[in-house]
């Protein structure tokens, strides 16, 4: 498979070539922290450049962890997503974008044991772009808009796998803070609330809330293939204290 051709362009296909897996070991974490450092700190300048070369934070302490993996022998990784949960009695009491956008709308009935945040979405340069963006710049590069139109299955079945944590670890709602070309992705697979203005934050960037269960129960059946792949790659996680730090 040419690496710089390979975005699916269905789940069957997507499902032939790409899976999605855990990060549950520290050789598995190290390969999610170095996929965040070639995207945040190499191609994207958002993060310092660290020696190691990791990026992680201290969300990650209270984080779980999903790779997607090349279908080779290797089973390579190419891209990462996070889901940081809540945890009070440990100290854990605030989502990483709460100290970004200050006051959101939340529910304040809602526990915060139930909640978590999506974030630290990460796939290597060689598969955000297509052949035919080869020898081009970023900015000579199509729209972003028709970027995300025809890359979206990649970034979606990593989210699907953040979803697929959520559920299996009984969190209710999950929160992101993503720019425009995320929020087409996912409203192609659930109904998103926005939860606070947008802030400038490496780009402009907005709050939205995702109903976990309301997501799984509406999406498109076309999708079915990747959810279930998703929700097999995390199902170690039904068991919450597997997660505990």
């Not at 990462?80 to 939340?106: A, F, I, M």
């Not at 299955?153 to 990593?158: E, I, K, M, Q, V």
């Not at 720019?179 to 606070?196: D, F, N, P």
């Amino acid at each position: 498979m040419d690496t710089l051709e390979a975005q699916p362009t269905s789940a069957s296909d997507f499902l032939t070539h790409f899976g999605l897996k855990l990060a549950n070991t520290a050789e598995l974490l190290e390969s999610a922290y170095k996929i965040r450092h070639r995207v945040y700190c190499e191609d994207l300048g958002f993060e310092k450049p660290a020696t190691e070369p990791l990026e992680y934070n201290a969300a990650d302490a209270h984080s779980v962890h999903v790779l997607l993996h090349l279908n080779d022998a290797e089973k390579t990784p190419i891209g990462c997503v996070r889901v940081v949960w809540l945890n009070e009695q440990r100290g854990y009491s605030t989502l990483p974008l709460e100290t970004v956008c200050g006051q959101l709308d939340l529910p304040p009935e809602r526990p915060r044991s139930a909640i978590g945040e999506a974030s630290r979405l990460a796939i290597v340069r060689e598969y955000r772009r297509r052949k035919g963006d080869l020898g081009r710049s970023e900015s000579d590069t199509p729209t972003t808009e028709s970027r995300a139109e025809r890359n979206f299955l990649l970034p979606t079945a990593l989210m699907l796998g953040g979803l697929a944590c959520a559920h299996h670890m009984q969190i209710s709602h999950l929160y992101l803070l993503v720019e425009k070309r995320m929020a087409i992705h996912l409203r192609k697979i659930s109904v998103i609330r926005q939860v606070g203005e947008t802030v400038t934050f490496n780009g402009a960037r907005t709050p939205y809330e995702l109903d976990v269960q309301r997501t799984i129960m509406g999406l498109p059946f076309s999708f079915l293939p990747l959810w279930s792949n998703a929700s097999n790659a995390t199902a170690a996680l039904r068991n919450r204290a597997v997660v505990a730090p």
